[in-house]
């Protein structure tokens, strides 16, 4: 990917999320959307019929690597030098989308004024949510519903990284 990028001069912007949030988000995901429709996770009807401890440990399991694989390999890539990058937060996204959107354009030198920004934000936002695909939205839905067991599991899956910081992702730093 680095070598297709550098080729053709992309400059990726790579969105994160709170990694705790991103666990009930997948799980509302398979529940409304159906266990055939997430590509990087095999699941089963047999989802449907676990209990929410055992949804929430499966996720963990079988789901979040590719999440810890990703996140590690970009930020590898970024503070060796290898790529430019814009690092975004879901929760700066949304909390304030014409603030996000304007460090997208910034980032790209597309010069676009807040009132053009105000516009298309309207245009989108002010369609039907369905059709926007947009999920919860709730940041601190991980804390709240995740027990500790399943907390310790995934910090566990950042440990296989101890030279990555995973705090932007709500994971404290080691001291």
Same mark, same amino acid.
């Given at each position: 990917?680095?070598?297709?990028?550098?080729?053709? *001069?992309?400059?990726?912007?790579?969105?994160?999320?709170?990694?705790?949030?991103?666990?009930?988000?997948?799980?509302?995901?398979?529940?409304?959307?159906?266990? &055939?429709?997430? @590509?990087?996770?095999?699941?089963?009807?047999?989802? &449907?019929?676990?209990?929410?401890?055992?949804?929430?440990?499966?996720?963990?399991?079988?789901?979040?690597?590719?999440?810890?694989?990703?996140?590690?390999?970009?930020?590898?890539?970024?503070?060796?030098?290898?790529? #430019?990058?814009?690092?975004?937060?879901? &929760?700066?996204?949304?909390?304030?989308?014409?603030?996000?959107? *304007?460090?997208?354009? #910034?980032?790209?030198?597309? *010069?676009?004024? &807040?009132?053009?920004?105000?516009?298309?934000?309207?245009?989108?936002?002010?369609?039907?949510?369905?059709?926007?695909?947009?999920?919860?939205?709730?940041? *601190?839905?991980?804390?709240?519903?995740?027990?500790?067991?399943?907390?310790?599991?995934?910090?566990?899956?950042?440990?296989?990284? @101890?030279?990555?910081?995973?705090?932007?992702?709500?994971?404290?730093?080691?001291?």
């Amino acid at each position: 990917n680095l070598q297709i990028m550098h080729r053709f *001069g992309i400059r990726p912007t790579i969105l994160t999320r709170n990694i705790f949030d991103v666990v009930p988000s997948i799980r509302d995901y398979l529940l409304q959307e159906g266990v &055939e429709r997430f @590509p990087s996770l095999y699941a089963t009807e047999y989802f &449907e019929e676990m209990d929410e401890d055992a949804q929430f440990s499966f996720i963990i399991t079988y789901a979040l690597p590719w999440y810890f694989q990703f996140y590690a390999s970009w930020s590898d890539a970024c503070t060796a030098g290898k790529i #430019d990058a814009l690092w975004l937060r879901y &929760e700066e996204l949304r909390t304030d989308w014409a603030k996000a959107l *304007g460090r997208i354009l #910034d980032y790209y030198r597309i *010069g676009k004024s &807040e009132v053009e920004i105000a516009a298309a934000l309207e245009q989108t936002l002010g369609r039907d949510r369905a059709r926007l695909r947009i999920n919860k939205g709730v940041s *601190g839905r991980g804390a709240s519903l995740l027990t500790d067991r399943h907390k310790s599991m995934v910090i566990g899956l950042s440990e296989h990284y @101890p030279w990555i910081d995973f705090s932007p992702i709500g994971i404290a730093k080691k001291p």
